[in-house]
């Protein structure tokens, strides 16, 4: 799929073991799952690989066995665009813009966002969990054509 003129990946976050019937309808039809920590239950991701492959970091809260295996922190090449992914964007230790990177996606916050520094797109894709305070339940779709990557905030969870 690497090479595909274009891609939509669902980046998803914050689940805290409760992965919602909307979340996985607005999931449907993405090409790749990332998620950005949080997972809180194996089986997330077990449902989430029913979708699509998935990508995932380790959140402060996946101390459990099972989460032992996934990483801190990854960096992934999505149709030829360089992905990192982490869980808290506090914990980036490193310049996006030296290390190449396109796209910086990150949970922790539960607080959706979308934006662009020095030519680097940073998306938060909000909480698809437990509604925490007034925060909206979201997820993000990624979309890279031509190696060019975009993102929007989907609220219709």
Not at 61 to 76: C, E, G, M, S, V
Request: overall charge neutral; hydrophobic content about 40%; some cysteine.
């Amino acid at each position: 799929m690497a090479n595909a003129s274009s891609l939509t990946v669902g980046l998803i976050s914050d689940t805290h073991g409760l992965l919602r019937p909307q979340a996985l309808e607005a999931l449907q039809g993405v090409h790749r799952i990332i998620h950005a920590g949080d997972i809180g239950a194996e089986d997330v991701l077990a449902a989430l690989r029913r979708v699509a492959p998935v990508d995932a970091v380790r959140g402060n809260n996946d101390r459990d066995p099972w989460a032992r295996h996934i990483p801190a922190q990854l960096t992934l090449d999505i149709g030829g665009v360089a992905v990192h992914v982490l869980h808290d964007l506090k914990e980036l230790d490193l310049d996006p813009v030296r290390a190449g990177l396109r796209v910086i996606v990150a949970g922790h916050s539960h607080k959706p966002d979308v934006s662009e520094r020095d030519g680097v797109l940073y998306v938060n894709p909000g909480s698809a969990g437990p509604r925490r305070f007034r925060l909206p339940v979201t997820i993000a779709h990624l979309q890279i054509s031509s190696g060019h990557p975009t993102a929007r905030i989907c609220y219709h969870l």
